[in-house]
């Protein structure tokens, strides 16, 4: 089987590529390098470019028996979708136009869809249901539901079977160490803690610490990178053996505070992390927890590294060895 894996130089999608590759198949990446780095992409062919672009995706389509496509490339920050949403509607609901236009074209009737649970919006139960109402409060998290819909319409119209997972709180790295996450600039919780570990930043600012849980802060799901890129792999033998769309949630079941989270960063790196309370980000719910019963039961998905320590240690363990993440030379160089 050949997989096209789009944004498999990105965080996620590296992962996915490296899973992929360790199980035996084969893989084509594309990727803009906007956000995705080369070296993430590993050794596997990579065509630089973009999805909304129907020249590179012939070329992929002539080039590659293609089986089936892992759809990652998107813009993916809630914070900045707020501030440009023809971006991201460009990139992610038109490039996802594009992409499924030249599947249908190219008789690809199989497509694993990176989701969100910000397709939720504010939880009306804890933990979330897949069939809960999906009412996102912020554009990432609308354009995202936009795809999985426009996707519902192509099984009905063409037969384009597709699983859509809703990611709760990607985190962690390659247990290895060989590829981990390297975002610029960052804004995700985890690696800034570490960031801060490492000296990189002087503190940690926590958004709000009034919110209705037990210590002020929100609460996430966070859900290793590795479970996440597993969870990508069963989902395309789940297409192959049944042929039938379906929508999984993505989670360990389990919430941490962002005061738990910092607190274990502490135990795991050793280092006393400065953290100050700051006021709120706009759109964030209190508590995001996933039910993902239904992938562990359908899918047979089962988190093999479902602890928080587990999760943060494998993040230290690369941004230790790789503290100015993909771009090495400036360590070589001794800036
Ligand atoms: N957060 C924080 N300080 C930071 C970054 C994030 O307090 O510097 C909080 C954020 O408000 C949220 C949680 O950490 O409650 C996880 O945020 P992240 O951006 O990692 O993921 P999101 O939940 O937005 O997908």
Redesign the pocket.
């Known amino acids: 089987m050949t997989i096209l894996v789009t944004g498999g130089a990105g965080y996620i999608g590296s992962h996915a590529v490296l899973l992929l590759k360790e199980k035996g198949e084969k893989v084509v990446v594309l990727d803009n390098l906007q956000k995705g780095h080369r070296a993430a992409a590993l050794d596997v062919p990579l065509y630089e470019g973009d999805i909304r672009d129907e020249t590179v995706l012939d070329r992929i389509f002539t080039e590659n028996k293609i089986d089936a496509v892992i759809h990652f490339a998107a813009n993916s920050l ?1 914070g900045e979708s707020m501030e440009q949403p023809l971006a991201y509607y460009d990139n992610n609901v038109i490039g996802s136009y594009h992409l499924v236009k030249k599947m249908v074209e190219y008789d690809i009737k199989k497509i694993v869809f990176s989701s969100t649970a910000a397709v939720y919006g504010n939880p009306v139960n804890i933990p979330i249901l897949e069939n809960d109402p999906t009412i996102p409060t912020n554009v990432y998290g609308e354009t995202k539901l936009a795809i999985e819909k426009l996707l519902r319409w192509m099984d009905g119209a063409h037969g384009l079977k597709s699983v859509c997972l809703r990611y709760f ?1 990607a985190a962690g790295a390659d247990p290895e160490g060989k590829i981990g996450e390297d975002h610029t600039p960052e ?4 690696p ?1 803690v570490l960031q801060a570990a490492l000296g990189q930043r002087e503190k ?5 610490d009034d919110y209705p849980t037990e210590d002020g ?2 609460i ?1 799901d966070y859900i290793h990178v590795m479970d996440l890129a597993e969870a990508h792999y069963l989902a395309l033998q789940y297409l192959d053996k049944t042929e039938t769309s379906n929508i999984f949630n993505l989670g360990n079941g389990t919430g941490f505070s ?1 005061k738990e989270v910092i607190a274990t960063c502490r135990t795991v790196t050793n280092v006393s992390i400065v953290a100050e309370t700051a006021s709120r ?1 706009a759109g ?1 719910p209190a508590v ?1 927890i996933a039910t993902s019963e239904k992938a562990q039961r359908v899918l047979g998905w089962k988190p093999k590294y479902g602890s928080l320590e587990t999760i943060i240690k494998h993040a230290w363990n690369w941004h230790v060895h790789h503290p100015n993440g993909y771009s090495m030379k400036k360590d070589e160089a001794g800036e």
């Open positions: 809630v709180n804004s995700h919780l985890i800034i940690v600012m926590i958004f709000g802060t929100c996430r962002v980000r964030d995001l």
